[in-house]
């Protein structure tokens, strides 16, 4: 990321100095730079880099978060003048980022959480970008940040989102979407493979044709890609001789702490986190399936237009809840933060990029709580209500079939728990001031009340 990331600033005309803890990696990009070295040039120490620069420097870091990223600090912090930024451009707990922000402040020093997402080739050719810092300081990397940025229709997919960790956050939150979209797709294939018996490249056709529809992103069309994929060596598709235990870096379980800790649902990201929590437990999983017999109702086919729209409503949830996590961060943390911006800003560049952001960015530019929540959104409302009854038939039948599909049914569960007037909190509330005097509200009459038990 940090090499792709060098090119690209290089290659939008900001001359750099680049330095990397292992210095013969620093000596090959240099070298393979071509005609882009006239911008580059290498330092193989900190003391060399800042050596190099002239005040007030920027130097981005592009290390794995937490310890990496505390160590580069702690060895740059004491050769920086005041004034001097440093850019923390990899993913962070914006725990860390809000932390490291008011202990470089302290020190005179101005710290930036700018979060990138687009993977290589979008560090090279045009990522998104989310940064969170002072005003002053985004002023002054602004235009180094909008030219190396993705475009959507000329408008850089780039901005400041509020102050210390926000830009962090954001990646956070998009990261988590990412995770939901992801289990999503792959509980549609899930279906379309055991509930269908599509073969790898009939069911990659048929992502192809979604991505020509509402569903049209960079996500569904990699899965068309992949799964039309075949092994080299062996001719077969390559999707199946992948072994099916999912990795994680931690954005997806920062997500869900922080929604836990602003007492925000993101029920839809959980599942897509405990699936991949689920896929890692191999050993369980092999020896549950000689264990508990699949339900043997597997022969009705789904509906190829059920699931496409099942996927459109509950790829919608995912978004509501991260738009509506936003929110709240916003408020708890008082940044001035725009969520049709956030929205503006993951339309090209990002892994998240989909058709439906323009959508979404025009649905959250109003005013208002009920203008961070998508699903009140007349153009979404109307979305999810066309959608929703497919996406309900999808989770029975899955469920008949015993095939899993948690964050399908999690999007279901959610969509169902928020347009209920009359919600089950009831009886909880009776439990709790049973066992805890813990109290309850009253419908008709005010103030605090215990029950007669
Ligand atoms: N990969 C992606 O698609 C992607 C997308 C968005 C954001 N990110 C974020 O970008 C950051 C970098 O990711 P990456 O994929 O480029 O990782 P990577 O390929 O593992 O590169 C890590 C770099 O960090 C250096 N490094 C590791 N530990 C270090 C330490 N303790 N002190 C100093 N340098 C250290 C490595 O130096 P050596 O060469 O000496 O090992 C290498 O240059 C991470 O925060 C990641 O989450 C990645």
């Known amino acids: 990321m940090g090499s792709n990331l060098a090119l690209n600033i290089a290659a939008s005309g900001f001359p750099l100095v680049v330095q990397n803890r292992t210095h013969a990696r620093t000596e090959e990009f240099l070298a393979d730079a071509g005609p882009l070295e006239d911008k580059l040039a290498g330092a193989e120490t900190p003391n060399q880099l800042v050596a190099a620069l002239q005040p007030p420097r920027a130097i981005i870091l592009m290390v794995p978060a937490g310890a990496p990223v505390d160590q580069q600090i702690a060895a740059l912090a004491p050769l920086l003048s005041p004034g001097d930024m440093i850019i923390d451009a990899g993913n962070a707990d914006f725990n860390d980022t809000r932390r490291r922000a008011t202990e470089l402040a302290e020190a005179g020093l101005v710290h930036v959480g700018m979060g990138v997402s687009g993977g290589a080739e979008g560090a090279r050719h045009g990522p998104s970008i989310m940064v969170g810092t002072t005003p002053e300081a985004w002023q002054a990397i602004r235009p180094m940040v909008n030219a190396i940025a993705a475009r959507f229709r000329g408008d850089p997919c780039a901005d400041r989102l509020g102050g210390d960790g926000a830009g962090h956050f954001v990646k956070t939150v998009h990261n988590g979407i990412e995770y939901a979209d992801m289990q999503l797709i792959a509980e549609v294939w899930g279906l379309l493979r055991d509930g269908n018996g599509a073969a790898p490249a009939e069911a990659g056709r048929l992502f192809g044709e979604w991505n020509?529809?509402?569903?049209?992103?960079?996500?569904?069309?990699?899965?068309?890609?992949?799964?039309?994929?075949?092994?080299?060596?062996?001719?077969?598709?390559?999707?199946?001789?992948?072994?099916?235990?999912?990795?994680?870096?931690?954005?997806?379980?920062?997500?869900?702490?922080?929604?836990?800790?602003?007492?925000?649902?993101?029920?839809?990201?959980?599942?897509?986190?405990?699936?991949?929590?689920?896929?890692?437990?191999?050993?369980?999983?092999?020896?549950?399936?000689?264990?508990?017999?699949a339900p043997g109702d597997g022969a009705t086919p789904f509906d190829e237009d059920d699931l496409e729209a099942a996927l459109l409503a509950a790829k919608i949830m995912a978004y509501a809840q991260g738009?509506?996590?936003?929110?709240?961060?916003?408020?708890a943390f008082d940044w001035d933060m725009k969520l049709s911006r956030v929205a503006e800003i993951w339309r090209a560049g990002c892994i998240i990029r989909s058709a439906l952001l323009d959508g979404m960015a025009e649905a959250l530019s109003g005013k208002g709580p009920a203008h961070d929540n998508l699903l009140l959104a007349p153009s979404f409302a109307k979305m999810v209500g066309r959608t929703v009854p497919a996406l309900r038939r999808v989770v029975c039948q899955a469920a008949t079939q015993g095939l899993p599909v948690p964050a399908l049914s999690a999007a279901l569960g959610y969509f169902d728990g928020i347009r209920q007037a009359r919600g089950t909190a009831d009886l909880i509330q009776a439990q709790r001031d049973f066992f805890g005097e813990h109290g309850f509200e009253r419908i008709d009459r005010d103030g605090q009340h215990h029950g007669p038990w």
Do not use: C, H, N
């Not at 738009?323 to 408020?331: N, Y």
């Open 212 to 293: 020509k529809g509402p569903l049209s992103s960079y996500l569904v069309e990699i899965t068309a890609t992949v799964l039309g994929t075949e092994d080299p060596a062996s001719g077969r598709p390559m999707v199946e001789l992948i072994l099916d235990r999912a990795g994680q870096k931690g954005t997806g379980r920062w997500t869900l702490i922080e929604a836990l800790k602003l007492g925000q649902s993101a029920t839809t990201i959980e599942a897509a986190v405990a699936a991949r929590a689920v896929s890692a437990q191999r050993e369980l999983r092999l020896e549950a399936s000689t264990r508990f017999d």
């Open 323 to 331: 738009f509506i996590l936003l929110a709240e961060a916003r408020r």
